[in-house]
């Protein structure tokens, strides 16, 4: 597609539930990045997918978090047994990320979802 | 230390003033550096690479010192719709995810 697509654009969830995020990046892009932006807060690093290199996941806050990356497209950000603490908005982004290229370094965000939990 | 720091501001000027940001990062083997800018409730959206020799995109222009570890963000002649978030952006290590900064909050008034 043109952009990076997220789905679903918003999600109320009750506590304790299992929640699943959707990104689908811009075709081409290798690389795939997830981060969530709290209230007010900084843009915090989940987990970046390259290629078919294993996913960097250094940024998961736990491990009730985990993502894949189907086929070196879609990605989902699967959030598990969720906390009010989870509540933030979702953002993918991906790149055509080219080594020494700096000029394809700049990353393309989806809108986001913004999650809910109550 | 935070990685990437920034003033939050909010800086207030009216239209027509320049208007500087400044950030500084703490990983002095960062590579890379860019502006992002993210309006209310939006996704962030790339304003422009941050280059050694400094660079220039129309009204705004970007300065980076390594020896400080510091990067700046001019804007000349701001308009109303340069009213957003500010945020500065490192990288560092090729391979790796983007460091972002919380941001500068601008408002720009006529």
């Known amino acids: 597609g043109a952009g990076v697509s997220q789905s679903p654009s918003n999600k109320v969830t009750e506590k304790g539930k299992d929640v699943e995020l959707r990104c689908d990046p811009i075709?081409?892009?290798?690389?795939l990045y997830w981060y969530r932006q709290s209230l007010g807060q900084g843009l915090e690093f989940l987990i970046y997918?390259?290629?078919?290199?294993?996913?960097?996941k250094s940024g998961l806050p736990s491990d009730r978090f985990s993502a894949e990356r189907t086929g070196g497209s879609v990605s989902t950000l699967t959030i598990q047994r969720t906390q009010q603490e989870d509540s933030a908005v979702y953002l993918c982004?991906?790149?055509?990320?080219?080594?020494?290229?700096?000029?394809?370094?700049?990353?393309?965000f989806g809108s986001g979802t913004r999650l809910t939990v109550v | 230390r935070k990685e990437v720091e920034q003033d939050p501001g909010p800086f207030n000027v009216p239209e027509g003033a320049t208007v500087a940001f400044n950030c500084t990062y703490s990983?002095?083997?960062?590579?890379?550096f860019f502006w992002y800018r993210q309006d209310c409730r939006k996704e962030p959206k790339l304003l422009m690479s941050?280059?050694?020799s400094g660079n220039e995109d129309g009204r705004f222009t970007a300065q980076l010192n390594r020896a400080s570890q510091y990067i700046s963000l001019l804007i000349r002649d701001s308009k109303l719709s340069d009213s957003a978030t500010y945020l500065c952006v490192v990288n560092t290590q090729a391979g790796t995810a983007l460091i972002f900064g919380k941001g500068t909050t601008l408002s720009v008034s006529s």
């Open positions: 982004a991906s790149s055509l990320y080219t080594s020494g290229d700096r000029a394809n370094y700049g990353y393309t």
């Open positions: 075709s081409g892009h290798t690389a």
């Open positions: 941050v280059y050694s």
């Open positions: 990983n002095s083997a960062s590579q890379s």
């Open positions: 997918f390259q290629g078919n290199s294993a996913p960097d």
